[in-house]
Structure formats: C-alpha cells, structure tokens
C-alpha cells in the first residue's frame, strides 16, 4: 500500500510539475537493472519532442508487478491511473512483462522489443597490444576472467558461449573464475586476467577504465528487454509514438551506445 500511495504522489507531483512547465508529463515505470537505456532513449525523445517530459519510476520487477497489480485492483488505483500516473511499463527482461500481459495490465498488442543484452570481451584500456578477438586470445597463454557459473547469470552465459564456440578446452587451464562482474572487472585491472567478459552496458559504465574488444553475440540465450503501454494510459497516441520511436535509427544508435544490441526483427 505504501508503494502504491508513493506511486500515486509521484505522479501527481510530476504531472503538476510538468503543467506548471507547459510540459505533457509521461511517466515511464520501469526496473533498476534498465534505468541506464532508458534515461537515454527518454533523453533522445524529449529532444525531438521538446513538449514532452519523461520521469522514470524505477523499482525492482517483482515490486514492480506488485505495485501496478495493486494500482489496477483498488478503487483508488483505478481513479488515479485513469488520470494518468503511468503511461509505458519498462521492466527488466520479458518475463515480468508477459505476466501483465497475460493480467491485462499492459495492453496486448503494444509489446515493443528493443535492446538485446550482450556479452563483450575486455581489456584494460591501458593495455595497447591487447587481443583483439577472444579466438586470438584462445590461440595464446592469456588467461581470461569469468563470472561464477554457478550463481550469476553472467557466468552461466559466458560457459555456454565458450562451449558453443568450441573454446571450452582452450581456456580449460586458463579461467580466471570470479565471484561476479565486479569481480571479473578486478581481475582484468588487478592484472590478474588479461581479459574478461562483461555484459557489455556493465562495461559501458566502466569505459574510462576498460576497453571493449568484441561483441559476442551467439551461443548463448540472449536476455531481451521490452516495453508496453499501460493499460489506462492517459495518452495513447503519445504511447504510440514513443513506441514507434524505438524503431528509428538514432533510438537504435543510442541503445548500442549503452551497451546493448538490437533486436534482430529492428537491424535494417
């Protein structure tokens, strides 16, 4: 109930906020692990469309669902999303988003896809005679830093990737296995490793100190992040148009900038 009351003053005070700027407030509700991409692609709209202005909700996708589930089934909820506190759902990967789908929190049929995660090969970015390619790396003595496969997605990821390119064996000897991504990150500048692997909007936020090699694209079951519009969204045809705007060529440039990839149905 708390979060739901939060969440109703959050958007009250913005819409408020954005009408005292002669600005359309738009209320996008979406999880911590995406904020990154969508402050960007938010940026990227509100230059185009300078009457427009985006605020991120961003929480967890299991309170996420919660809070919205919530907002749909109280008397009060229904009052306030009718006047308009969320306009897209945004939550981290497609599994949250296929549940109010199935509800009919969000509307059927404006289910957007638009970054794909990404695993990247790394080197510090001081380091001038680096490989160039995880094969290269494969063919030398380096050794290469890893996530736990046991207990992150990232390192689970990475093992199906070497073993779907054949190199499980290469690097048998040579895995430098860390306890997570921040870890690999200390190994790779410790001097530990000479490389790692990162998902790549992990590395972006470390570009100063990191360098990304390659983009490692197949193998392995790559997360896809997607978003819809809330079912009482309070303008649908700016819903539409912020949707449609994923398509277009500068919203793919500014999702590969932080990391990710394109979905394959959007590559030209």
């Known amino acids: 109930m708390f979060k739901f009351m939060a969440l109703v003053w959050i958007g009250l005070f913005l819409s408020d906020g954005a009408a005292r700027a002669g600005q359309e407030a738009f209320v996008i509700a979406g999880s911590h692990s995406v904020k990154g991409v969508l402050d960007r692609l938010s940026a990227g709209f509100e230059r185009i469309h300078p009457e427009v202005r985006i605020r991120l909700y961003v929480d967890n996708g299991l309170e996420l669902r919660r809070t919205i589930a919530g ?12 006047s308009g506190p969320i306009h897209i759902v945004a ?27 990404q695993l990247v090969l790394v080197v510090p970015e001081s380091l001038v005679d680096a490989a160039e390619s995880l094969e290269a790396l494969s ?42 991504s921040r870890g690999v990150l200390d190994h790779v500048l410790s001097g530990q490793a000479d490389a790692g692997i990162l998902f790549g909007h992990e590395a972006v936020k470390v570009q100063e100190r990191v360098r990304v090699v390659a983009r490692l694209e197949k193998g392995y079951a790559q997360t896809v992040h997607s978003m819809a519009m809330e079912r009482y969204c309070p ?32 590559r030209p």
């Open 91 to 117: 939550p981290g990967g497609d599994e949250v988003l296929t549940r109010l789908e199935q509800k009919y929190y969000v509307l059927p049929g404006t289910k957007q896809s638009y970054a794909v995660e």
């Open 139 to 180: 063919r030398g003595s380096g050794r290469l830093a890893v996530a736990d496969p046991s207990h992150t997605r990232l390192g689970a990821q990475t093992g199906a990737m070497l073993r779907a390119m054949g190199l499980e064996a290469s690097f048998k000897r040579r895995l430098d296995v860390a306890t997570d």
């Open 71 to 82: 907002m749909e089934n109280s008397m009060v909820g229904q009052y306030f999303i009718g």
């Open 235 to 266: 303008n649908r045809s700016l819903c539409e148009e912020f949707l449609g705007y994923l398509h277009s060529e500068e919203a793919q440039a500014i999702v590969r900038e932080a990391g990710y990839g394109v979905p394959s149905d959007r």
